[in-house]
């Protein structure tokens, strides 16, 4: 596989659930991002991180928690979520965390009952 | 409030007609502008960008032109073609250490055959 993977591609849980968004680059790019897209805004910066440090938290509530293992993968584990949480989950990779081109992933479609 | 504004949420046009996309910002502190594409159920694709250096950008048939003094960024798409129909998000880059994309919220072309 090329470019930046992610997995599961649609996801719904009920609040009380504990899942994981993972998601997977083979760019070799050193920075990794978490944004969060809902209906009708902006994309949202929620994690960044940097040659796997975590370097950028946009105050995401502690419900959202990132993780980094090396710098291929990222993951997100999402525990007790709101109803307000469903929306598109987008990973991305770039060069380095300066660089503006950022390389997305297709997405977790995420809905929270 | 946001820094970054696209401020048609749609746009159709008839196919091989010009497509002209708006960006405006707040910021002057942004130092590079990109757009991105969207498809249904798929990431965005970056498209093309400009240093602020530029007023102008040239690829095929898409265009961006940066007016610093106005803090307006545009995307021209001519001829247009059906399958351009997508969003289309302007991503701006923070300048200094704390580089960082902003997205606007984003415009569904529409391109009729």
């Known amino acids: 596989e090329t470019g930046v993977t992610q997995t599961p591609r649609h996801l719904v849980m009920g609040m009380t659930n504990k899942k994981s968004l993972k998601c997977e680059q083979h760019?070799?790019?050193?920075?990794m991002y978490w944004y969060k897209q809902s209906a009708k805004k902006p994309l949202e910066l929620m994690f960044v991180?940097?040659?796997?440090?975590?370097?950028e938290n946009n105050s995401v509530p502690s419900r959202f928690s990132p993780e980094c293992p090396n710098s291929s993968h990222l993951f997100l584990h999402l525990h007790t979520l709101q109803p307000e949480d469903s929306a598109l989950y987008l990973c991305?990779?770039?060069?380095?965390?300066?660089?503006?081109?950022?390389?997305f992933g297709p997405g977790t479609r995420l809905l929270v009952l | 409030d946001q820094q970054v504004k696209q401020n048609s949420p749609s746009l159709s046009v008839q196919e091989g007609r010009i497509s002209i996309l708006n960006c405006d910002y707040t910021?002057?502190?942004?130092?590079?502008f990109l757009w991105y594409k969207k498809y249904p159920a798929e990431g965005p694709t970056f498209l093309i960008s400009?240093?602020?250096?530029?007023d102008k950008n040239e690829d095929g048939r898409f265009t961006v032109f940066l007016n610093k003094s106005a803090k307006h960024l545009s995307l021209h798409i001519v001829p247009s073609q059906p399958g351009d129909s997508a969003v289309y998000f302007c991503?701006?880059?923070?300048?200094?250490?704390?580089?960082?994309?902003?997205f606007g919220s984003g415009t569904q072309l529409t391109v009729l055959p």
């Open positions: 400009i240093s602020s250096i530029k």
């Open positions: 991503a701006l880059l923070s300048s200094g250490s704390a580089r960082q994309l902003t």
């Open positions: 910021n002057s502190m942004f130092d590079y």
């Open positions: 991305a990779s770039s060069q380095d965390s300066t660089s503006g081109l950022a390389i």
């Open positions: 760019l070799g790019h050193n920075a």
């Open positions: 991180y940097s040659l796997e440090e975590r370097v």
